[in-house]
């Protein structure tokens, strides 16, 4: 069964350090998605990315959050200068055209 | 934005007992996924089930979308269903999850 891929499943990093969380979406969806969940809170929303630009976004996702799908396999979701806040699992997630969403197995964040 | 409220928020069964969680949402969507969050944090899809009845297993769902709420039965419960089970909706192209139900299954 096609899945979601997401690498790492654990990264750490030094608080104002950049870092690059990646995913691989099923092959052929076309709506690609970033979420996060705070230890033990719900699942929010950050972006949605359809034909190579952002579709939605919350208030989360400001200017030291970017998406970018550099190939036409991978899917990038890059924090430029991570805060002690920022340490949550990130989720990838995809959909295609009969809708439902597909989970990654996640990165979980830790900034020290 | 969209409210999406869960209910129980905690939930403890002894096993083979039956459960009914419930997912309510303040506005109109596009589609609605429950999810089971394992305690190694993975998220599984149940359902996606924007409107009528589906089943798989001991697991049904059943939406009424003009009405604005979701149901996940369980039934027979294992030790294996405990975790966190989230409603979440959608609303175009921006989802929104619920608080989720947490559910501890005892033998």
């Known amino acids: 069964e096609p899945e979601v891929t997401q690498t790492p499943s654990h990264q750490v990093t030094q608080m104002g350090q950049e870092v690059i969380l990646r995913c691989v979406p099923i092959?052929?969806?076309?709506?690609f998605y970033w979420y996060r969940q705070i230890l033990g809170q719900k699942v929010e929303f950050l972006v949605s990315?359809?034909?190579?630009?952002?579709?939605?976004k919350s208030e989360i996702f400001d200017d030291q959050f970017s998406v970018e799908r550099p190939d036409g396999s991978n899917f990038t979701l890059k924090i430029r200068s991570t805060k002690l806040e920022d340490s949550a699992m990130y989720f990838c997630?995809?959909?295609?055209?009969?809708?439902?969403?597909?989970f990654g197995s996640g990165t979980q964040l830790s900034v020290l | 934005g969209i409210q999406v409220e869960q209910s129980p928020p905690d939930l403890i069964l002894q096993e083979g007992a039956n459960s009914t969680l419930r997912c309510n949402f303040s506005?109109?969507?596009?589609?609605l996924q429950w999810f089971h969050q394992n305690p190694w944090g993975q998220l599984i899809n149940l359902f996606y089930?924007?409107?009528g009845t589906k089943q798989n297993g001991r697991l049904s769902a059943t939406t009424v979308a003009t009405e604005r709420y979701s149901l996940l039965y369980i039934s027979s419960s294992q030790t294996t269903d405990s975790g966190v089970y989230f409603c979440?909706?959608?609303?175009?192209?921006?989802?929104?999850f619920g608080i989720g139900t947490k559910l501890q299954v005892i033998p």
């Open positions: 997630a995809s959909s295609g055209t009969g809708g439902g969403l597909f």
């Open positions: 092959s052929n969806h076309l709506y």
């Open positions: 990315f359809y034909n190579n630009e952002i579709s939605e």
């Open positions: 506005d109109s969507v596009n589609n």
């Open positions: 089930i924007p409107s």
């Open positions: 979440a909706v959608a609303r175009y192209q921006k989802v929104t």
